[in-house]
């Protein structure tokens, strides 16, 4: 699975931007795309995922702020940034678990990142 991200960039405090991530290749049984986020000098962190059945998941932190969404051909993840603070400040990567059918485990793919800041 190959991941293509962007929408990252500069906004002030209170703006907003919206993230997408296309998934391509082998994309049959993707079980959960997501985005992630990582700060200077913190750990990467959930920040919101969608499951192949619908079921979204969002971080304490961006919880009414944050919507995570797909495409109908659930090849394509956005993820859209309201009301962002500074310390929404990061990378954020974009994440698929795929099935492997033949072993019965999960495969993880990240995308190449895309810069949010957010200035004061």
Not at 43 to 52: D, F, G, P
Not at 68 to 82: E, F, P
Not at 104 to 116: K, N, Y
Request: glycine residues 10%; positive net charge.
């Amino acid at each position: 699975v190959q991941l293509q991200a962007s929408g990252g960039g500069l906004v002030q405090a209170g703006g907003s931007l919206r993230l997408s991530c296309a998934a391509s290749g082998n994309i049959a049984s993707i079980n959960r795309m997501a985005w992630y986020r990582q700060a200077p000098g913190k750990q990467r962190e959930l920040v919101a995922s969608i499951t192949s059945g619908g079921s979204t998941n969002l971080a304490d932190s961006v919880k009414g702020r944050f919507t995570i969404s797909r495409d109908n051909a659930k090849t394509t993840v956005y993820l859209q940034l309201n009301s962002l603070k500074p310390e929404d400040t990061a990378v954020y990567y974009c994440n698929v678990v795929r099935r492997n059918v033949a072993t019965g485990t999960f495969d993880f793919f990240w995308g190449q990142g895309t810069l949010v800041t957010v200035s004061s």
